[in-house]
């Protein structure tokens, strides 16, 4: 089912670094070519995850904490697979048991985190900004697995992945994403990543969910799924980010579903064959009905999930070259 693997659209320039950051906490900022480079390096490890014995030793006695101060299943499970396949000791730290409850501060966490010499911190949270926060007060790389409203690099990278195996291409691509913009960072990191490849991305909802100042970010709106429909090679759909919202910032589920619900009607709008993606959690039958997000042929959101593993193996491996003296990297 899988295309050929594509190699990147944008080549390192001779002399350039291929990645010169310490952290990754968002896509803002990144080069076409340090995101291609990224996506090159996952390739091998999507064939590593496909053998019965997914070993690999690099990240061999270093420690990686995984710091989530909000719930998550497949970013926290997927962070935590991709560390131990690299030979990591991984630990989990999950909010809801720690003195976060207590009242400490995010600042204070953060250097108790570093006094037990992470080599690789891992964070999500619910305020946009925290992460970058933390990797100004830590000695270790830091990934940001997802901050409030602001970024979600690794989805961002794990669905770039997921379109260039699929389509073949990036650039020049038409990508359409529907739902809830305004609240999600993973509408933001894919805008940003999408468009410095090269992509048409064109964002669809309600007025009362769609950011105002989205055409600065390059992306086009709209507020009529079909119109945007037109022509469309992928359609990302987006969760309604309820526990965002304080108000009502749609009239009704139902209503909802009827003007932004993907449905197999709907979806005959786009190029045939178009590809249908969704980062999870879904809520069936509101914004994608169940015969979609099932057919295998249309849709991508089970190999968004294994790309996922790939993503992050690259990103733990690349992040933490310089502290292992890897040759070019220290
Ligand atoms: C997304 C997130 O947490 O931002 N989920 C994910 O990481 N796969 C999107 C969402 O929660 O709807």
Known sequence: MFMSDAPTEFALPDGVHPF???????????QPWEIGFLLDEAEQWIALNRNTSKHDSRLAGLTQINAFFENSTRTL????????RLGADVVNMHAAQSSVKKGETLIDTAVTLN???????????????????????VDCPVLNAGDGRHEHPTQALLDALTIRRRVGRINGTVVVICGDVLHS????????LLGTLGAEVRVV????????AIERMGAIPYTDFDAALEGAEVVMMLRLQLERMDGAFVPSPREYHHFYGLTRERLGRA??????????????????TSDIADDLQRSAITEQVEMG?????????????????VEGWA
Do not use: Q
Request: charged letters at 20%; proline letters at 9%; a positive charge.
């Open 271 to 288: 190029a045939p064959g178009a590809l249908v993606m969704h980062p999870g959690p879904m809520n069936r039958g509101i914004e994608i």
């Open 309 to 325: 593993v790939a993503v992050r193996m690259a990103c733990l491996d690349v992040l933490t070259r310089a502290r292992r003296g």
């Open 77 to 84: 499970l997927s962070f935590e697979i991709a560390g131990k």
């Open 115 to 137: 006094a037990m010499r992470p080599d690789v911190i891992v964070i999500r949270h619910d305020s946009s900004g925290a992460t970058g926060l933390i990797a100004d007060k």
């Open 185 to 192: 960072r993973v509408a933001r990191s894919n805008i940003i």
């Open 20 to 30: 010169p950051h310490r952290h990754l906490t968002g896509i803002a900022g990144l």
């Open 205 to 212: 909802a309600p007025p009362t969910l769609l950011p105002s």
